[in-house]
């Protein structure tokens, strides 16, 4: 069944294999009238790169120019559904193997549900997978460029950095400082519960903290009342959103292909691409509040 | 716009204000011929309500009586909507005012984005909304005991038990032993992300964890390759689905209406209530995984 | 899989069998601030109930007095699920028996899907299925009342009386005046599609037809580029939308129950429902067209 | 808002403007394990090319070669999604002008929703926009070679040839034989409902009838019952299933670009597309059925 899609109205739907020839992204529901400024995507996209001087990150070397096929005119929007692509130009396939099971990673359960899968590397599983969302989320970026220009994400890490004969992981936190108010519909659509959706919908994320997370366990009730928070029955305030996330470590120690010692500052970008879209389809649906 | 309904093949819709005349769910996509056990059903619900003898609960006395209405014949399934409700018999609307609003509340967020409210309660902020969950809940718990009988939740949970006279949260941790394999859609759909939002969809919820949740940011990828996961790529092993969250303090301290000190025990059985509905949507959406 | 929900946004999810204590809708997704003109909503029920004086109409003799159990407050909508239903009063399950399968009927169709029906009755298939879709409609025109006060609809009915003691069927044509402009999404979500779906959707419509219908097969395009049309490339002009819809005889002839030997007029205020929800939802789509 | 997928598990999204590089589909939920027949795909792309021997057909002459840059893999399907694109390689957009609105074309309402357009042609009302129904089309053919071998289509058209000075249309019917038993999803889901949906969101059909149509107003209910009929509560009873659909005459008459003198023959794949996703998405659908 379908699961390739996310938002109710800025719909992002991601395409592609990481050895297969390209990856995109369909962005259906974005309004017309849009100006799309391709550098910034592409500073997005190359926000995600491997970084060939970081010792710990993957040596694959792609390009990552991305292409618009569909949506834009004369550098606005159309309203119609805006299809992107990037080309995958250095897939080493030879590195896997079709009976090869890589410890910690989807392989197996891939296999097992599907009755098949593409060997050749991680396929959907994979960290290229994450192409489309940021396509994805620099269209969303540019939305709220126009829409609420003071809103801005700051996006920090804690990697404990240990051996790099091993992998290791970290937390990145993220405020969204200056966001729109009434986000987020009750009650299973709070802003929480789809931002929760979004971040735990990338591959190596294994927790989700929205204000103060698990501190708010052992505060007190009067205490916690006093304390500003980003939303308040699952829609959004106006005060600055404060989400952390934990990265487990990339699984790919001492195996064959080229991987990430420790994926967290790659993982930023797609964070913040999530937390964009999340944003971008509510604030989108927030029109419908009011006749 | 929408935001109560939770689900795509099993999908419950949610109902009802804390102070209107009734609370009730509608679940679509339920198969045929399922049996339905009507003892089940309200035990789940006398487990969400007060308990009059616990010093830490509200004194709000529901009989929580709920009815079917529709989707059920001779006790089983027809595969139509189920729907399902339970009367409010004792709400005291005059301990509310529509000029008051209760700090760290949904009420002033509800009044900015609809530009009205129920000014009685919490409307669908209250906790009562979560009638309709723990209905679609008993739903969902009944399939599974049909087609996965080995399946379980274990819940524990951590309080810290302060002052009476303030309110506190805690930690919730819930293990799904013996799942089904195979549940989880890539790349959004992923079983953790779905089960993140199901559960911060929860009002007083801060956080999510899965596996080992936060401790997984500082592990070695080593050894995290040789522990048992309950998902991989977002697909469920078999091997038991752990999960932690973390309960806020009710911010219902020193104001009129009958609140409760503590409400983590109350959300124990909502909390397993959203994980049956989301295991139960992808339980039936993986079958269509395979032509 | 769940099939009792219609709309995108403007959401109406119908529940209960015709034998079995209630029918109802949800309606989710209503802007908040409507006020709520229960005169109208009983009065457009009461268009659709049997006819007791004419001899064409069944002798089931239901009050259909509806109730409000949520999402309105102060006869104003809160932006939160509208829940609405009728209790059935008068239904005579001994007329029906598990094993006749009435010809024409669902019946069987029913059975063999779900291996399971509801036997007292025509169950989901029954008419009384339509109620929901009144209520639902009723509150999609209360929209319009206040949005686009000028639309209104004018319905005319063709019906070829013959037999008293067969049943037979006719033609239904609606007009929508001064319907609002730029309704409907390309490519799928065309207005003409969607109305189509929506009316079609209804058990013994057998044929839809936009602007002249059939006979646009038969003009010259120099001849109907000059017309005016509601809808183009699936978007409405503004001008008069034109439906036709042919609807067949009741299956039910001859064999016990209270049924209608034509059902052509009490189908009227049910395919003006469908085709008011089916503008309410594409009128709150149509809000997020432009930035 | 978005409004380019069709289905709810067999997905089909389309993007691309008749102007821009490219034209294509994403098809998200299609089973795993599905052998891809690229030459079948390519010839269901051929049956809608323009025939530059046929005196009525535009003189657009573009080759249409498909692509799959993903969910394909050694000729399976993956269960990821199918990602498929055609280049545009003789689009001529000196033909057009951005102050030229050409009557009944949707050129007008499409600058009305969105305040901007892509003048070079029809954008998304363009007959292009249908190569990416015919590939999520053929896609769900190849599904029923598989599942229901016996199942066909056979497709007949009825053409008023007139003048060619001017354009003209006509009436298509299409028998699905042998189709699988138990599509449909009460109520609002019906098989006819989304059939109607699906032939109404192609651009130049005016009318749906199913079995008997509008002749069905004019039968008495002791004949009608005696016939065969394709649904039954909207759901398919194994009986051959007919449908019949109006094309209006294309628009362009006398109007520079090159365009089609009569456009029903290149409907007939289109609608075969169409009625083909449906009926694959309802397969898939009815999986969840029972228990």
């Not at 699961?3 to 719909?11: E, M």
Request: proline content about 5%; charged content about 25%.
């Amino acid at each position: 069944m379908p699961g390739n899609t996310f938002g109710k109205i800025f719909r992002v739907t991601t395409w592609g294999e990481s050895h297969g020839p390209a990856i995109g992204a369909v962005i259906d529901g974005c309004p017309a009238g849009l100006k799309i400024d391709g550098k910034f995507i592409q500073n997005e996209l190359n926000r995600r790169k491997p970084n060939l001087n970081d010792p710990l990150s993957t040596k694959r070397n792609e390009d990552d120019k991305f292409c618009v096929l569909s949506g834009v005119f004369e550098e606005k929007t159309l309203g119609t559904p805006i299809a992107m692509e990037v080309w995958n130009t250095d897939a080493h396939s030879q590195d896997y193997s079709p009976t090869l099971f890589r410890p910690g990673h989807a392989d197996k359960t891939y296999l097992n549900k599907y009755g098949i899968r593409d060997y050749r590397g991680g396929g959907r599983a994979s960290g290229r997978e994450t192409i489309g969302r940021i396509l994805g989320g620099a269209i969303a970026k540019l939305i709220f460029k126009k829409v609420a220009p003071k809103m801005e994400m700051k996006s920090t890490t804690e990697i404990f950095n240990k051996s790099k004969k091993d992998s290791f992981g970290g937390f990145i936190s993220i405020e969204v400082k200056n966001p729109p108010t009434n986000l987020g519909e009750p009650v299973f659509d709070k802003l929480e519960a789809d931002l929760a959706k979004a971040l735990l919908s990338i591959g190596a994320v294994k927790s989700f903290e929205i204000d103060l997370g698990i501190k708010e366990a052992g505060i007190l009730g009067s205490e916690n009342n006093k304390l500003k928070k980003g939303t308040l029955g699952g829609i959004s305030t106006g005060e600055t959103i404060k989400i952390k996330i934990a990265v487990k470590p990339t699984p790919s120690v001492g195996i064959k292909g080229r991987h990430d010692v420790c994926i967290v500052p790659r993982i930023v970008p797609v964070a913040e691409a999530m937390i964009a879209i999340t944003l971008a389809d509510h604030y989108l649906r927030n029109r419908c509040s009011i006749l």
